[in-house]
């Protein structure tokens, strides 16, 4: 139940396309879904985040798409670049009155933007 | 605002010995807590600390353990090394207060490669 699945593994995009990287989760009592990006040799980075009363959220040329009944969201990078090349994260969470859950993470999508 | 420091950055060890990693994090920041990251395993939660009380653990042997000082930076400790834990550890850190405290920071990690 503490799962959560993404995909794909793997992404080779040309520059100037969409990026699009999905996740998906089982249980309902996640109420946080934040994305990390991750260069080799960094630590991950919070880029954007949703909670599951809002279907879409946009920042720049990222957007988190969120749908609660299918229990899936998605990253979307607009107009990728090859600096957007990296590792991406999905997560989900769950926060209590002292505070969050520990935090479940996808297994990562490796992209890689060509010029 | 520094970011989140941990040391030492590179660390080999061998098989039944011990190690201490050291996490400092964002000035202000109250609660810390600890991943494992691995090739195949992905990102795993380890613990949390908040005001120098673990306040959530992962599903880790014993050999695993931490601790934060009233400053709130953090050590991790893992004993009786064993091979697979060769891996890069995470530390990130959060405001820790109800509102603000999904927000997440991770520093660089510590490469730990056990021989």
């Known amino acids: 139940q503490q799962q959560v699945k993404q995909s794909p593994q793997s992404l080779i995009v040309q520059k100037g396309g969409i990026s699009i990287i999905n996740c998906a989760y089982e249980?309902?009592?996640?109420?946080?879904f934040p994305w990390y990006q991750q260069f080799p040799g960094k630590g991950p980075a919070l880029l954007i985040a949703?909670?599951?009363?809002?279907s879409e959220k946009k920042e720049g040329r990222f957007t988190i798409s969120f749908n609660k009944s299918a229990k899936q969201f998605s990253l979307h990078i607009m107009d990728s670049q090859p600096g957007d090349s990296a590792t991406y994260f999905c997560a989900a969470m769950r926060g209590d009155s002292g505070g969050y859950q520990k935090v479940t993470f996808g297994t990562g999508t490796k992209l890689q933007v060509i010029p | 605002k520094a970011g989140v420091t941990q040391t030492p950055r590179y660390l080999i060890k061998t098989r039944g010995q011990q190690v201490t990693l050291s996490c400092s994090p964002i000035s202000g920041h109250r609660s810390v807590s600890w991943y494992q990251q691995t090739p195949g395993q992905g990102l795993q939660f380890l613990f949390e600390?908040?005001?120098?009380?673990?306040?959530n653990k992962g599903n880790f042997p014993g050999r695993f353990s931490g601790r934060q000082f009233s400053n709130s930076r953090s050590e991790m400790n893992v004993s009786t090394l064993e091979l697979g834990d060769s891996a890069l550890y995470l530390c990130?850190?959060?405001?820790?207060?109800?509102?603000?405290?999904?927000?997440?920071?991770f520093g660089p990690g510590t490469r730990l490669t056990v021989t």
């Open positions: 949703i909670r599951p009363d809002v």
């Open positions: 249980n309902t009592a996640f109420d946080y």
């Open positions: 600390y908040f005001s120098e009380t673990q306040r």
């Open positions: 990130a850190s959060t405001e820790g207060w109800k509102g603000r405290y999904y927000e997440q920071y």
